[in-house]
């Protein structure tokens, strides 16, 4: 996005920070990526631009071919069409060993017979740099990830997060252009997945690299990502940054992956549309008139005791400042809806309630055939 | 299961746990097992050191049939060429098969049942039918192909110092082992996910190969190499039916003659391979304790 003026980009820095501290980063783009496995699309035309120096999280459900669009881009494996290319050069054809990304692999890829820090200096060692170039830079790069006491340990000595962090640091420490990251968190559990998504960000912007974070984690990657790409069935549903993505959905896909999102059957008469005895004008994409499905977010969802109201409360979770109240409504529609826990005290379960939309446009699906 | 039940049972119990009946029983099944394959192992070993030791003139206990081994008619050499036939045949096998293996799992996952079963077929064909075919081939060839190279070949292949056509015939023997012993280590590993990650940081094929696979398959090399060498050293049937000379073929040539020195020279080929074993799992274990402390 951001791109250094030509005139001052010979800039006084040393080789050794300039290395680390990386050029400007690389735009990666993807046109038409298309890659079958016998009668599964795994990539339907895939079309993505990922600008210089962006993390842009790819997230979607299990087999939708996040990973195998991050194997083309690493040249793991040979789109069937479509081109990828890197600051505008066509690397389709190029062998992964030459093409100048780090990547951090889901499962565990560290090697067995090595020491953390000559995992780190691998791809040194295979560029046949010196041995004192090799021993400074593992360092530097274990430094940076919170393992500089490491280094002798071999990799079955580490937790998974530690190991993790090291694969990190290997695929940093050859200064790639561009980083990839493979659900790389997904093995560890929820503590150290936060802490880690976290780290990984703050080194992402230190380095400013180009990097891709595939995961299946809505929270994981509307919480690291400059910019999320939805993808379902080998293909985007939309490219947007994270509060757009939740904000605005542009499908009703995007918006029941992205966030909680409840489902409350409507009635669509000329663009507003008739939800739970109130008018609401429409957002987004609009099917025709008639039964609809409103999709409504927990936080957009009114609630309050009534005796008169036709919702009874089933269960009420506390979680800080919020609580979340589990509304059932006739007809066995049930909603989730956040209130301020100052105000939840009436709604205990069994209450009477009546629930109201929020005052802002909805969105709506085509109701489904029930 | 058992474990669990019993736990389950312990832990409803009022009184101070009292299960040993069933531990004892177990404890002395695997006592009694290990007695049966002792005995069956220990038996036909103790007659033949007794049989080797034993002094028939002056009675009592005699090392000369040990002591006149290097110095036998022909041992030095026999022993000599199954060492060579030995190396050669690990090396061609772990050659062929290593490459093979890492590729069917890399990239052509498909043909992994095709290759086992390959492998199998030496297990299936007697070692006879095989050598027959085998020396019909030998017989028939340089006569049909003379004064061309491939006759030459022929010839050369059945060098009676070291015989080629052994270390041939020896590698497709040794297939079911090696594959199986090489397949173990690929399967306990995570080799598509390693490979990619060198590749990703620039290996060349070669490189990922010798730096990478290699050490990750260690045990299993040692392994399938420890069991290819074993079989040639023991083979019989191929050499003497070919008309060569090997260490086991010599055993049994001198056996006629000198039968306490042939069976001191099993019996010690025994204690040797057992040594050798026992030094692949040390070497082994050494590796693993230096990269744990
Ligand atoms: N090597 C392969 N052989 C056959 N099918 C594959 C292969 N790799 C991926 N697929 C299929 O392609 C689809 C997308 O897979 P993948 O990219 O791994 O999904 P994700 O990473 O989003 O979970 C899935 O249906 C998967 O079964
Ligand atoms: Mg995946």
Known sequence: MTTVPTTTSHGPTGAAAADLRSRPGTPVRLEGLTRRYGPVVALDGLDLEIAGGELLALLGPSGCGKTTALRAIAGFDRPDSGRVLLDDRDITGVPASKRDMGMVFQAYSLFPNLTVAENVAFGLRVRRRARSERAGRAAELLELVG???RGKRYPHQLSGGQQQRVALARALAVAPQVLLLDEPLSALDAQVRVQLREEIRRIQLELGITTVFVTHDQAEALSVADRVGVMRAGRLEQVASPDELYERPATAFVAEFVGTMNRVPAILTGGAVELLGTRRPVTGATPAGGPVVALVRPESLVVAADPAGRGRVVTRTFSGASTRVLVALPDGVEVRIDVASADSQLLTPGAPVGVTPADRPVLVAPAEPA | MTALAEGVAGAGSVEPPAPVRPVRRRGGWRVAVLVVLGL??????AASTWFTVRDRGAGGFTAEHYAGIPGAEGFAAAFGRSLAL???TVGLA?????????????RLPRLRTTVELLTLMPLVVPPIALVV???????WAPEHFYGTPVAEAMFALQEPALPWILVLVYVVLALP?????????VRGADLRTLTEAARNLGASWPRVLVSVVLPVLRT??????????????????VAAILGFETFPTWIVRISGSQPQLSVAVSVLSLVVTWGLLLLISALDRRRRIEETS
């Open chain 2, 133 to 139: 075919g085998v020396r019909s081939v030998l017989a």
């Open chain 2, 177 to 185: 082992f090696v594959y199986r012993a090489l397949d173990a280590g």
């Open chain 2, 86 to 88: 030995g190396a050669l």
């Open chain 2, 40 to 45: 069956y192992f220990a038996i036909p070993l």
């Open chain 1, 147 to 149: 393992l500089a006491d």
């Open chain 2, 94 to 106: 772990l050659l062929l098969m290593v490459p093979t293996i890492v590729l069917v799992e890399l």
């Open chain 2, 220 to 237: 299993s090399v040692l392994n399938a190499s420890f069991l290819a060498f074993a079989l040639v050293l023991g083979e019989y049937t």
